[in-house]
């Protein structure tokens, strides 16, 4: 949340957060909720006032009342774009929410573009587009004629395929995510997309690819299923995931908001999709908060021939 974004438009109700943010900093956060309080009755309808609210709330193990507010937050603003939903699911004993609302993955990416490679890479230490190359040249595809980088930011992972392509296409939520990547000069085309919503159509591609993206997706069957229709027969489909350990089920939101993901449910879904069996191998991805984060990079192709599989009463084909 940038200092723009946190203004409410009114300068007392502003000085007055600005004052209860010096508190929070200073540890005295009983003073710092009276006081930021006080700021949203005089703007009751500031959605990041609640939002700060509620953290601060939350970090005095006041979780109803951080509840309320994150409650107020998507009152205010529906379209969730601070991600309030999130905050309340990983509120519960185990969280349940299978998807990220659109706005919020938008505005964190627009807030991000900036500083994104800096703090990624530097920083983190980030390495899925690596690996994720490293692993088609160990199976030996050398070469793709059309790509598409599937959430593709600033352009990582279109650096690292680019010797491999021949026409490299970019899809991404973020406007300004996009203007990076575009100032690269290495895709062929670039399109803003929420992939919730991806239409079919369009020539297919040889080879779709997603580095650190379904952690921001959630449940996969959706964009599973359209990269299986939006792949040539033998096309591969290359990603990397967040993992979840074994007995915790198929995905798991995260207190990073970061979701993970377990190998069974991804083997699973990929064979009904109709892809072939995947190649998964695990590596750190990256570091979060000095801790190294275990990661599946999964290469998988969709099969050259149509399946047939019994269900009930009727037969499925893939796409």
């Given at each position: 949340m940038?200092?723009?974004?946190?203004?409410?438009?009114?300068?007392i109700?502003?000085?007055?957060a600005?004052?209860a943010?010096?508190?929070?900093a200073?540890?005295?956060?009983?003073?710092?909720?009276?006081?930021?309080?006080?700021?949203?009755?005089?703007?009751?309808?500031?959605?990041?006032?609640?939002f700060?609210?509620?953290?601060?709330?939350?970090t005095?193990?006041?979780?109803?009342?951080?509840?309320?507010?994150?409650?107020?937050?998507?009152?205010?603003?529906?379209?969730?774009r601070?991600?309030?939903g999130?905050?309340?699911?990983l509120?519960?004993?185990?969280?349940?929410?299978?998807?990220?609302?659109?706005?919020?993955?938008?505005?964190?990416?627009?807030?991000?573009?900036?500083?994104f490679?800096?703090?990624?890479?530097?920083?983190?230490?980030?390495?899925?587009p690596?690996?994720?190359?490293?692993?088609?040249l160990r199976?030996?595809?050398t070469?793709?004629?059309?790509?598409?980088?599937?959430?593709?930011?600033?352009?990582l992972?279109?650096?690292?395929?680019?010797?491999?392509?021949?026409?490299l296409?970019?899809?991404?939520?973020?406007?300004?995510?996009l203007?990076?990547?575009?100032?690269?000069?290495?895709?062929?085309?670039?399109?803003?997309?929420?992939?919730s919503?991806?239409?079919?159509?369009?020539?297919p591609?040889?080879?779709?690819l997603?580095?650190?993206v379904?952690?921001?997706?959630?449940?996969?069957?959706?964009?599973?299923?359209?990269a299986?229709?939006?792949?040539?027969?033998?096309?591969?489909?290359?990603?990397?995931?967040?993992?979840?350990?074994?007995?915790?089920?198929d995905l798991r939101?995260?207190?990073?908001?970061?979701?993970?993901h377990?190998?069974?449910?991804?083997?699973?879904?990929?064979?009904q999709a109709?892809?072939?069996?995947?190649?998964?191998?695990?590596?750190?991805?990256?570091?979060?908060?000095?801790?190294?984060?275990?990661?599946?990079?999964?290469?998988?192709a969709?099969?050259?021939?149509?399946?047939?599989?019994?269900?009930?009463g009727?037969?499925?084909?893939?796409?």
């Amino acid at each position: 949340m940038t200092s723009h974004d946190f203004s409410s438009g009114d300068l007392i109700a502003d000085r007055r957060a600005d004052y209860a943010q010096a508190l929070a900093a200073s540890g005295d956060m009983p003073a710092a909720i009276d006081l930021m309080q006080q700021a949203l009755a005089l703007v009751p309808d500031w959605a990041a006032g609640w939002f700060r609210l509620a953290e601060w709330q939350e970090t005095t193990g006041d979780t109803d009342a951080a509840r309320d507010s994150w409650r107020r937050v998507i009152q205010i603003d529906p379209q969730d774009r601070f991600g309030a939903g999130l905050r309340l699911d990983l509120a519960r004993p185990v969280p349940v929410a299978e998807t990220m609302p659109a706005a919020f993955v938008e505005t964190l990416f627009d807030q991000y573009a900036d500083r994104f490679e800096t703090s990624l890479v530097d920083q983190l230490g980030y390495r899925g587009p690596a690996q994720i190359v490293e692993g088609l040249l160990r199976a030996g595809r050398t070469r793709f004629e059309r790509v598409l980088d599937l959430g593709c930011g600033t352009g990582l992972m279109g650096q690292a395929i680019r010797p491999h392509a021949g026409w490299l296409e970019g899809y991404d939520i973020s406007a300004r995510m996009l203007a990076q990547a575009r100032a690269k000069g290495i895709y062929d085309d670039l399109q803003k997309h929420d992939l919730s919503r991806l239409d079919l159509g369009g020539a297919p591609f040889d080879l779709i690819l997603a580095a650190d993206v379904f952690i921001y997706v959630g449940a996969l069957e959706q964009i599973v299923g359209w990269a299986a229709a939006s792949l040539t027969p033998g096309g591969v489909l290359a990603f990397t995931l967040e993992e979840l350990p074994d007995g915790e089920g198929d995905l798991r939101l995260r207190p990073s908001r970061r979701y993970a993901h377990g190998a069974e449910y991804v083997t699973r879904l990929l064979d009904q999709a109709g892809f072939t069996p995947p190649q998964m191998s695990r590596a750190t991805l990256r570091m979060d908060a000095g801790q190294p984060v275990s990661g599946l990079t999964v290469l998988t192709a969709r099969s050259p021939q149509p399946f047939r599989r019994e269900t009930d009463g009727e037969e499925m084909a893939s796409a």
